[in-house]
């Protein structure tokens, strides 16, 4: 098993593109969820899927925008990227919500 | 890791001797608690959970102690190696919602 995946590992966008990030996981889990770590700061939740089919907004919402492709698969997409958006993003899954997050090893974008 | 390591407290400690990291958390509510390692650059690694419960859990070379009377929770590693060198940070379940700390960094000295 590889557990939780996620493309690309590093990241460099000008203010104002777009892109997505995408994570994929094969444990079987049905909850998903993105966050984004920042210095000094712990994990914050930006956006979760607690089974297929839903999403939910988490903390810090704002600019970002998800999509649960199947069980596998929770895209984060940034529409229009901002230099506040520079940070180190981590999804991760657990069986259910009230259960163990597994992360992915993060990808790092950088807005200039 | 360079985006983690920023401003953290650390705790350094002697090879081969124990470690204990602390985590104060905050919601009384809170029913199940999680300890991550972080490796410079990598994603958070599980390493050990307690339900609310217990007070005491133990794995390899990693116990967990839960003190609910003064929210406290605390990691202990025994017999720490250089590979142990990471950011330990941990998480509390609330009502709906994971808190997760911002973290210690632990530097082994060989």
């Known amino acids: 098993n590889a557990g939780v995946t996620q493309t690309p590992k590093f990241q460099v966008l000008k203010t104002g593109q777009s892109m997505t990030l995408q994570c994929a996981q094969d444990?079987?889990?049905?909850?998903m969820y993105w966050y984004r770590q920042d210095p000094g700061m712990g994990l914050r939740l930006i956006y979760y899927?607690?089974?297929?089919?839903?999403?939910d907004k988490g903390e810090v919402p704002n600019g970002y925008n998800v999509s649960r492709l199947n069980k596998r698969e929770f895209s984060l997409r940034l529409e229009s990227a901002a230099p506040s958006q520079t940070s180190v993003y981590f999804c991760?899954?657990?069986?259910?919500?009230?259960?163990?997050?597994?992360f992915g090893p993060g990808t790092r974008l950088l807005v200039l | 890791g360079e985006s983690v390591g920023l401003h953290l407290p650390t705790l350094s400690v002697q090879e081969g001797d124990n470690s204990i990291i602390n985590c104060a958390y905050s919601?009384?509510?809170?029913?199940?608690f999680i300890w991550y390692k972080q490796e410079s650059g990598k994603g958070p690694q599980f390493i050990i959970d307690?339900?609310?419960?217990?007070d005491k859990r133990q794995g390899q070379r990693v116990t967990v102690l839960l003190n609910k009377t003064v929210k406290h929770l605390s990691l202990q590693i025994a017999a720490t190696q250089p590979g142990d060198s990471a950011v330990y940070f941990c998480?509390?379940?609330?009502?709906?919602?994971?808190?997760f700390g911002t973290g210690t960094k632990l530097q082994v000295i060989p």
């Open positions: 998480a509390e379940r609330g009502y709906q919602k994971v808190t």
């Open positions: 444990m079987n889990h049905n909850s």
């Open positions: 307690i339900r609310s419960n217990m």
């Open positions: 919601n009384s509510a809170s029913d199940y």
């Open positions: 991760a899954s657990g069986l259910d919500e009230k259960e163990t997050q597994y």
């Open positions: 899927s607690a089974s297929e089919g839903t999403t």
